[in-house]
């Protein structure tokens, strides 16, 4: 079963993956020019690869239409530098198919899929629903787990059964439970973890954690990379101090609801980014100083 997940699994979708935000204009339409140009400066600046319509990428308030013409934007963008793994992810079993379909046709290396929200369907309905998802593409498919957001987490069993679907290759670890991360890295060697939560980047790096899907490589991502490579080779103290450097901006990146501060942030470095879409709203001049305060103490502005 680990021969095939490799050979459907394919390459390594990579270390640092950004979850990129989407960017909008002033008038609240999708710019598809500021995807490219985020999606390519991300590359360049430490991103392996990039989540795109996800929850930082304001999922949720994106049509089909937008979906399929971002996904395609961004695949021929990074093609052959970077992976590109599309949110596909629904609380509809039968719409997550028809959008990860259209995410393999749009040139995605692989999908993410969020567990089904709202509906909380008891854990044989998300083993059914992820299979079911799985089984309808050829691409690596990655679960992200976020009890938070979705009132339903991913239990162990349930993961231990998903570990056997050849092309599950692995998981976004938002769940906050630490020694579950340590048990499912042991008993399901095969499946990769990413951390969910920059702030949780390093301590699942130390129990057998792949790597990070983060908001602060927007920022940071050579940096994170850098902390990566150094608790790789034994470096522990020196994984320990990149890790102290960006907690101010772990932190201030969630100081509101994601990707609100983030986008406050890609303005004040100019980059696309653009507002958020309602029910989002900007960043208040309060939360701006404090973004501005961070960042500058880092020296990216």
């Given at each position: 079963?680990?021969?095939?997940?490799?050979?459907?699994?394919?390459k390594?979708l990579?270390?640092?993956?950004?979850a990129?935000?989407?960017p909008?204009r002033a008038?609240?339409?999708?710019d598809?020019?500021g995807?490219?140009?985020?999606a390519s400066?991300?590359v360049?600046h430490?991103?392996?690869g990039?989540?795109?319509?996800?929850t930082?990428?304001?999922?949720?308030?994106?049509?089909?239409?937008?979906k399929?013409?971002?996904f395609?934007?961004?695949?021929?963008t990074i093609?052959g530098r970077?992976s590109m793994?599309?949110?596909?992810?629904t609380?509809s079993?039968?719409e997550s198919?028809?959008?990860?379909?259209?995410?393999?046709?749009?040139g995605?290396d692989?999908v993410l899929?969020?567990t089904?929200?709202y509906?909380r369907p008891?854990?044989?309905?998300?083993l059914?629903?992820f299979?079911?998802?799985?089984?309808?593409?050829?691409?690596?498919v990655?679960l992200y787990?976020?009890?938070?957001r979705?009132?339903r987490?991913i239990?162990?069993p349930?993961?231990l059964e998903?570990a056997n679907?050849?092309?599950?290759?692995?998981?976004k670890?938002?769940a906050g439970d630490?020694a579950?991360?340590?048990k499912?890295a042991a008993?399901?060697p095969g499946l990769?973890?990413?951390?969910?939560?920059?702030?949780?980047?390093?301590?699942?790096?130390?129990?057998?954690?792949?790597g990070?899907?983060?908001?602060?490589?927007?920022?940071?991502?050579?940096?994170?990379g850098?902390?990566?490579?150094?608790?790789?080779?034994g470096d522990?103290e020196?994984?320990?101090?990149i890790?102290?450097?960006?907690?101010?901006?772990?932190?201030?990146?969630?100081i509101t609801?994601?990707?609100?501060?983030l986008k406050?942030?890609?303005?004040?470095v100019?980059?696309?980014?653009?507002?958020?879409?309602l029910?989002?709203?900007?960043?208040?001049?309060?939360?701006?100083?404090?973004?501005?305060s961070v960042?500058?103490g880092?020296?990216l502005i």
């Amino acid at each position: 079963m680990e021969r095939a997940r490799i050979d459907r699994a394919g390459k390594d979708l990579g270390r640092v993956i950004t979850a990129m935000a989407t960017p909008f204009r002033a008038d609240g339409s999708i710019d598809l020019d500021g995807a490219r140009a985020l999606a390519s400066h991300l590359v360049d600046h430490g991103s392996d690869g990039l989540v795109i319509a996800g929850t930082t990428g304001e999922s949720p308030t994106l049509t089909h239409d937008e979906k399929r013409d971002l996904f395609t934007a961004v695949a021929e963008t990074i093609r052959g530098r970077a992976s590109m793994i599309a949110g596909t992810g629904t609380y509809s079993t039968r719409e997550s198919i028809e959008l990860t379909e259209m995410a393999e046709q749009a040139g995605a290396d692989a999908v993410l899929l969020v567990t089904p929200y709202y509906s909380r369907p008891p854990q044989s309905g998300l083993l059914a629903h992820f299979t079911a998802v799985a089984k309808a593409t050829s691409l690596p498919v990655v679960l992200y787990d976020i009890p938070s957001r979705t009132a339903r987490k991913i239990e162990h069993p349930t993961l231990l059964e998903l570990a056997n679907v050849p092309n599950i290759a692995g998981v976004k670890d938002a769940a906050g439970d630490l020694a579950g991360t340590a048990k499912l890295a042991a008993e399901a060697p095969g499946l990769r973890i990413w951390s969910g939560d920059d702030a949780l980047t390093l301590p699942i790096l130390s129990v057998g954690g792949h790597g990070v899907v983060s908001v602060a490589s927007h920022l940071a991502g050579h940096r994170i990379g850098e902390m990566i490579a150094a608790h790789d080779k034994g470096d522990v103290e020196g994984a320990a101090r990149i890790d102290h450097e960006l907690r101010p901006l772990y932190e201030v990146l969630f100081i509101t609801a994601n990707p609100i501060p983030l986008k406050a942030a890609l303005s004040m470095v100019g980059l696309p980014g653009g507002p958020v879409r309602l029910p989002l709203v900007d960043a208040t001049d309060a939360e701006r100083d404090r973004i501005r305060s961070v960042l500058e103490g880092l020296g990216l502005i």
